[in-house]
């Protein structure tokens, strides 16, 4: 028996759940690409995506997954035999330097605490021993959905500052964009890459990356530039150079109503209904812990992040009985540790088109699978997210 049946609820950390409103932009015809509404469409995105970015500088739209952004980046604005410093937090900032090293880049991998944010004072201890200025950027996170780990990236820039380096700061947001605050300018963030399919509720395969000036001024120099990923050819002016070819039409239509419901909503609020839904998950997981099989992989609770939580399941009970159960039975599915973590953890996301029922239903899921399967957990963790979401959200 089971009382799955109705809609599914999707709860991995990426791809979200995407909004009916963005399912039904993409409900068209194709249409011509070299004149009409597309480019339109085209010159609205590349004027509110800075607005996402936070940024006064430009951004650039590529047909590709966040490994796609991973990429543009590194080929504008490296050369071979360049060095990169990258900063372990979980899976993908090794990911993103992996990808660097096949460019024919040299990496060096700052080791992370554990289970901690990155440290800021080892970034800028190792940057000051680089006298000779080998280093030519630093890569990181600001949030990794391996670990559910939050990276405070205005620490890391006075990091590198006070060590009087010269080295690019350039961030993944893809599992942070449009959850929590990122502020590119204000922060010193020289090139930041996203994509579309967590946050910004669009389907995977389209990315993005922003360019501050530092960087620009990089890329005149770069020796991996490709035709394909080329910020210098994306800004000629016929309309096909913006996506080197045949833009993703529908994704980008997709993405137009996805950034306008942003917008409408407004970036602050955005954030704010991330941080209460998220609080609510970490109450209820606060509870559950209580019985000693299951904990926060993240220890300190400012380092976790308000898109994903990554729970440890200790004991008997393996972390994949749990998801099954969830999606089995319950019609609910959540994301299972990757990486390091693999079948060791559950990973609870609360990002982009997410509101209170479906977060509550998730943690209902849940508590329902860890009574059902015999996992030692404190009672009550779904209630402790409805007081919580009870005294924080009230009436106007």
């Not at 239509?253 to 704010?272: H, Q, S, T, Y």
């Not at 300190?300 to 939580?309: D, F, I, K, L």
Request: with cysteine; aromatic share 6%.
């Amino acid at each position: 028996m089971t009382v799955r049946h109705g809609r599914e609820v999707l709860s991995i950390p990426g791809p979200s759940q995407i909004p009916d409103a963005v399912l039904q932009a993409m409900h068209r015809p194709a249409i011509e690409i070299y004149s009409g509404d597309l480019l339109n469409v085209t010159d609205t995105l590349l004027k509110d995506l800075p607005k996402i970015f936070q940024t006064e500088h430009k951004t650039y739209i590529y047909t590709a997954n966040g490994h796609g952004a991973w990429a543009a980046a590194i080929s504008n604005v490296f050369s071979p035999g360049d060095k990169a410093l990258v900063l372990e937090s979980g899976r993908f900032a090794i990911g993103w330097g992996e990808m660097a090293k096949t460019h024919g880049m040299e990496i060096e991998i700052l080791d992370a605490r554990p289970r901690r944010a990155v440290d800021p004072a080892a970034v800028e201890a190792r940057l000051r021993e680089d006298t000779g200025g080998e280093f030519k950027a630093v890569l990181v996170v600001q949030v990794d959905t391996a670990t559910g780990v939050v990276n405070d990236i205005p620490a890391i820039r006075r990091a590198i500052d006070a060590a009087g380096h010269d080295a690019l700061l350039m961030v993944d947001t893809i599992a942070s964009m449009a959850t929590m605050p990122f502020q590119m300018d204000d922060w010193g963030v020289d090139v930041a890459v996203t994509a579309a399919q967590k946050g910004l509720m669009t389907p995977p395969g389209v990315s993005f990356v922003g360019v501050g000036p530092k960087a620009k001024a990089a890329h005149q120099n770069a020796g991996l530039r490709t035709t394909y990923w080329d910020w210098t050819a994306r800004d000629g002016d016929v309309h096909y150079q913006k996506y080197c070819g045949t833009p993703p039409e529908h994704l980008l239509f997709g993405l137009r109503k996805a950034l306008d419901m942003i917008l409408e909503e407004g970036l602050a609020n955005v954030f704010e209904r991330h941080r209460l839904l998220s609080e609510a998950v970490r109450r209820a997981v606060t509870v559950w812990a209580e019985g000693g099989a299951l904990e926060f992989n993240i220890t300190e609770a400012a380092e976790r992040a308000n898109s994903v939580t990554t729970v440890l399941v200790n004991g008997d009970i393996s972390s994949t009985m749990i998801r099954d159960y969830c999606e089995n039975k319950c019609g609910v599915v959540i994301g299972v540790g990757i990486g390091d973590l693999g079948g060791k953890a559950i990973r609870i996301a609360h990002m982009g088109h997410v509101n209170a029922p479906m977060v509550l239903g998730t943690l209902g899921a849940i508590e329902m699978a860890l009574k059902a399967l015999g996992v030692p957990h404190g009672s009550g963790g779904v209630q402790a997210a409805i007081d919580y979401l009870g005294s924080e959200v009230r009436p106007d």
